[in-house]
């Protein structure tokens, strides 16, 4: 088992930045994969941003050149540096983990970028 805590959601402004933190406990050792999804009103849930144990990223097309995905020295903690913030990146962030076949998610931080 795998627990995810994200945290640093909020209000911001357009064009202003957040980041969002991940930390997981329990069977670390499991994990292959750590990300970022985010889920609008309405919409369905969807990939942002990925980073592999060996440390390779993926983003979504929509994010690129604004968001960073990045790990911490324990490599327990996953981090979304989010610069260049629009109103259409208001969702509900989720942190999710992947690996020996399991999946697992945080509750959600809800990210608003409204004036």
């Known amino acids: 088992q795998v627990q995810l805590v994200e945290s640093g959601g909020g209000l911001v402004q357009p064009g202003g930045s957040l980041t969002l933190s991940c930390v997981a406990s329990g069977s670390i050792f499991s994990i292959n994969l750590m990300g970022w999804y985010r889920q609008a009103p309405g919409k369905q849930r969807e990939l942002v941003a990925s980073i592999h144990s060996g440390g390779s990223t993926n983003y979504a097309d929509s994010v690129k050149g604004r968001f960073t995905i990045s790990r911490g020295d324990r490599k327990n903690t996953v981090y979304l540096q989010m610069n260049s913030l629009k109103p259409e990146d208001t969702a509900v962030y989720y942190c999710?983990?992947?690996?020996?076949?399991?999946?697992?998610w945080g509750q959600g931080t809800q990210v608003t970028v409204s004036s």
């Open positions: 999710h983990s992947d690996g020996l076949g399991n999946d697992y």
